[in-house]
């Protein structure tokens, strides 16, 4: 991707642009002018999701975006997108993403991951398009020795196949540099996404039960859940219940915007963490949504989850040095926005 090109000339592949860090990337993407293409099977997303979009960036942005419904797998799909596109970066979220399910579906995650990076790569090396931006996650560090985290805090061992593929998957692109120094790979570790685009648009829309938290807290609030079900609250944290930096899924689209303009006439491979620098606790989690939604959230404590850590929370030091990127918003602005979305769309994409 070369140094010169504005956005208005640069054009972005977005795979899994329909998901919920994706579909917020392609919002920002779009109003900072840069054309846009999405490849999405819609395995786990709405296309009302693409609607939503346009509705937020308006007509004239939304001529920058092309939507291709299709698994990044098929490679013959994928040479079509390129050959028909003059793409000058890729940015990789397509893959699946619940810890859980992972667990009971192995082959299916380390095959639709990382066969889908792989195939992409693939495809990217063939066209000379060597810029590529991964959604990684603060998963890689595991259980950390100290805290905050920085880039240069080991990997750990992952606890189940979905940590496993990021783990991979960042191993893999990093590995791409070596015999060929034209590769341009930034790995960006997220924290914990929550909140949703202030216009209540779009947001994160679950399949089934939610796994993560911030989820299953907003369906409690909007009535679709008794009570929330806290996994523990005898760690070694102030009130004893898990602490994590969590980070607005807006914040974190600008995040992708400064790194893709970072990179731009570079090479090499970089990590950069993705969170606010603070952390918060389950109960702390649940106040700040009470106050959002106004009224008290019922909560039950259970036994602690298995594979989850007591604490991490990022240094974001090099992401505010290099990219000239920082999180904004705090926990009661994701609130906020999150009950925004989960109050005018209680049953997400589905009305
Ligand atoms: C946060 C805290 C739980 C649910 C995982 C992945 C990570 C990323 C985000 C996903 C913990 C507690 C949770 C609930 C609770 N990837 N909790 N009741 O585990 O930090 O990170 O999701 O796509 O890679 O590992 O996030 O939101 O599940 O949990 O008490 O119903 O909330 O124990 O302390 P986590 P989370």
Redesign the pocket.
């Known amino acids: 991707m070369s140094e010169t090109k504005t956005p208005q000339d640069t054009c972005v592949l977005v795979t899994g642009g329909c998901g919920f860090i994706g579909s917020h990337t392609v919002v920002v993407l779009l109003q900072r002018g840069y054309k846009v293409v999405v490849v999405d099977n819609l395995s786990n997303a709405s296309p009302v999701v693409l609607e939503r979009i346009i509705q937020i960036v308006g007509q004239e942005a939304a001529e920058q975006l092309t939507f291709c419904e299709a698994d990044v797998r098929d490679a013959e799909v994928l040479e079509k997108v390129f050959s028909q596109h003059d793409i000058d970066a890729v940015i990789h979220f397509a893959g699946y993403?619940a810890?859980g399910e992972s667990v009971q579906k192995p082959i299916e995650y380390f095959s639709n991951n990382i066969g889908n990076t792989l195939a992409l790569v693939d495809v990217m090396r063939r066209h000379d398009c060597k810029s590529i931006v991964f959604s990684s996650?603060a998963?890689v560090y595991g259980d950390p020795d100290a805290l905050p985290l920085t880039e240069e805090s080991p990997k750990k061992p992952a606890t189940n196949p979905y940590?496993w593929t990021k783990w991979m998957i960042e191993e893999i692109l990093h590995s791409l540099v070596v015999p060929d120094p034209d590769w341009n790979v930034v790995l960006l570790r997220y924290f914990?996404p929550i909140g949703a685009h202030p216009s209540g648009l779009i947001g994160e829309d679950p399949k089934g039960i939610p796994?993560?938290?911030?989820p299953?807290v907003a369906q409690v609030a909007v009535g679709r859940r008794d009570a929330?079900?806290?996994?523990?609250d005898d760690y070694d944290t102030p009130d004893g219940?898990?602490v994590?930096d969590y980070i607005h899924v807006m914040d974190l689209a600008e995040g992708h915007a400064a790194a893709l303009a970072w990179m731009a006439g570079r090479t090499g491979c970089e990590v950069f963490n993705l969170g606010t620098g603070r952390g918060s606790s389950?109960l702390e989690v649940i106040q700040a949504y009470a106050a959002a939604c106004g009224r008290e959230l019922p909560y039950v404590i259970e036994p602690r989850?298995a594979g989850?850590v007591t604490a991490n929370y990022a240094d974001c030091t090099k992401a505010r040095e290099l990219l000239g990127w920082v999180a904004r918003y705090g926990i009661a602005e994701m609130c906020r926005d999150s009950w925004n979305w989960q109050s005018h769309n209680p049953n997400g994409y589905d009305g």
Not at 211 to 214: S, T
């Open positions: 993403k810890v996650s998963t940590g914990n796994n993560n938290l911030v299953y929330v079900h806290v996994f523990g219940t898990g994590r389950v989850r989850d």
